[in-house]
């Protein structure tokens, strides 16, 4: 901000006085769309950003204002970089997990969450994932900062009470569970079910994820039907 504020000093002192400044109007003008992108864009991406020396960000940022973003809403803008690095950067194959993982955390942000949520754990209800919570499977673990080796991540990220966003990382049970259900079937059929699939006691698998269930009934990852 700071920076931005000065660029827009200079840009009034030049067009107010009759003497011309270093900088032209127009370059003035243009470092202020710059830095009004580089700020919002660091904000939404910086795991991102930090794999990036400054001078490759500041080309990717202007090369991205130079392709005429579509989305009035700088809120918005960042799902349309998105799209933009994933295309301009293809040999990082973990730079569109990464991106999505930071886009979803951006994105719950704007979702209204209804409260209180559900904390008591029944076996005999049905259940859903909430609206203020995504399920995402990715191919490199970027929610830790690294990019190797590949293989299956899935993660939930939900809002937080206090309306920030946070994210767990799911046993392959776990996340199996949740993407079944759907508010179709009683959780304990589920269970039921995927015990079998993983060769497990039914009564033991209930006992370990009633604690897992619990918390994510308390951040509304998952919701009663």
């Known amino acids: 901000m700071r920076r931005e ?28 769309i710059f830095y ?18 400054e001078k490759k960000w500041e080309k990717l940022v202007k090369a991205f204002i130079a392709s005429g973003p579509e989305s009035p809403f700088m809120w918005k803008m960042p799902k349309a970089f998105r799209r933009f690095a994933v295309s ?50 990715l191919k490199y673990p970027v929610m830790y900062g690294r990019f190797k080796p590949e293989g299956s991540y899935r993660v939930a990220i939900y809002q937080t009470p206090l309306g920030g966003v946070a994210w767990m990382a799911l046993t392959p049970f776990m996340g199996d569970l949740l993407e079944r259900c759907d508010g179709k079937r009683p959780l304990g059929k589920i269970v039921k079910q995927l015990s079998k699939t993983y060769g497990l006691c039914v009564e033991d698998a209930e006992a370990v994820l009633a604690k897992g269930l619990k918390r994510l009934l308390k951040f509304g990852v998952l919701v009663p039907k």
């Open 5 to 32: 504020r000065e660029i827009q000093e200079r840009f009034f002192k030049s067009v107010r006085s009759a003497q011309t400044d270093a900088y032209t109007n127009g370059d003035i003008y243009e470092k202020l």
């Open 36 to 53: 009004r992108f580089d700020e919002t864009l660091r904000a939404a991406y910086p795991l991102f950003r930090a794999q990036l020396s």
């Open 88 to 137: 301009k950067m293809k040999k990082r194959k973990w730079l569109k997990d990464l991106l999505r993982f930071e886009w979803t955390l951006i994105a719950l942000t704007m979702v209204p969450c209804k409260k209180p949520r559900a904390r008591k754990v029944d076996f005999s209800k049905r259940y859903r994932l909430g609206r203020c919570a995504r399920i995402e499977e």
